[in-house]
C-alpha cells in the first residue's frame, strides 16, 4: 500500500510538471551540468530500490524540475551514493538557484566525498543566499578545519558564538581551530567551555582528558584535533534539515 501511495504521488508530480511546461532541459541551464546518473540499486533493500526507481522516472520525465532532481538526489544521498546526489543537487541548483537547499545539500555530499574545497565552495554560494541559517555556518567552519584552514574557521566559529554564547559545538570547533593554531591553552578552556554547556559531550572530554604535557607539545593539537572522531562528533552536533 506505502508503494502503491508513492508511485501515486510521483505521477501526479511528474503530470504536473509536464502540464507546466517543465518536461526538457534548457540548453542554456544544461549545457555544462552533469547527466542524470543511474543509481546502482540493485544492492539496495527492495522499498529503497522502488523509491529510487520512481524517483529516477520522475527525473527522467521532467528533467529541468529543481525539485525532482533533488529528491532523487536525497534518496540517493541516504543511500550513500554520493557521486550520484552531487550529479543532482548541482542541477537542482542550476534549475532553482535562488534556493538555499541545492547548494547546501551539494556542500554535505561533496564533503562526504573529501571534496573539502568544493564543498566550500558550495557552502559559500548557499551563504550568499541566506547567510542566517546555522546550521551553514557550522558546515562551512567544519569544512575550513579539514581544509586545515584554523583562522578561516576559527573566524566563523567566533561569529556562531557572537549569536549562541552558549553553543557547545561552537566552542568544541574553535578550540579545535586553536588547537591546529598552536595555542593550547586557549584550546583548552573552549573546551572546557563545550563541556559546561553540554556536559555529557564525550568528544570534548576526550581532549581534556589528555594530560597538560602532551597538550604542551608542538606535535598534539594538529594531530588529535583533526581526528575522524573528533569530525564526526562536529557534524552530528550541527545536523539539521532544510
Not at 532541459?25 to 520512481?54: F, G, H, M, N
Not at 557521486?83 to 537547499?101: D, N, S, V
Not at 578561516?152 to 588547537?179: C, F, M, Q, V, W
Not at 594530560?211 to 552530528?236: C, E, G, L, M, Q
Amino acid at each position: 500500500m506505502v508503494y502503491a501511495t508513492w508511485q501515486q504521488r510521483m505521477a501526479v508530480i511528474t503530470l504536473l510538471c509536464l502540464a507546466a511546461g517543465c518536461g526538457g532541459d534548457d540548453p542554456k541551464v544544461s549545457a555544462d551540468l552533469p547527466e542524470i546518473p543511474t543509481p546502482a540499486t540493485e544492492s539496495l533493500p527492495a522499498a529503497a530500490r522502488e523509491r529510487i526507481e520512481a524517483l529516477l522516472t520522475a527525473v527522467r520525465a521532467t528533467p529541468s524540475n529543481a525539485e525532482a532532481n533533488g529528491a532523487l538526489g536525497r534518496a540517493l544521498q541516504a543511500a550513500e551514493q554520493y557521486q550520484g546526489a552531487e550529479a543532482l543537487y548541482t542541477r537542482a541548483a542550476a534549475f532553482e538557484p535562488g534556493a538555499l537547499r541545492w547548494p547546501y545539500y551539494l556542500g554535505v555530499v561533496r564533503n562526504s566525498q573529501g571534496k573539502y574545497a568544493e564543498a566550500a565552495e558550495a557552502f559559500t554560494s548557499a551563504e550568499a543566499i541566506d547567510s542566517s541559517f546555522p546550521p551553514l555556518q557550522y558546515r562551512l567552519a567544519e569544512t575550513r578545519l579539514s581544509m586545515n584552514e584554523p583562522s578561516a574557521a576559527r573566524a566563523l566559529y567566533e561569529k556562531i558564538l557572537a549569536a549562541d554564547p552558549n553553543s557547545p559545538t561552537a566552542h568544541y570547533g574553535l578550540g579545535r581551530a586553536l588547537a591546529l593554531e598552536g595555542d593550547a591553552k586557549s584550546a583548552i578552556a573552549q573546551f572546557q567551555q563545550a563541556v559546561q554547556a553540554a556536559p555529557r559531550y564525550a568528544q570534548a572530554h576526550y581532549e581534556l582528558d589528555w594530560p597538560t604535557a602532551i597538550w604542551a607539545s608542538s606535535r598534539f593539537p594538529r594531530s588529535i584535533s583533526s581526528s575522524t572522531s573528533a569530525s564526526k562528533a562536529s557534524r552530528r552536533q550541527s545536523r539539521k534539515t532544510l
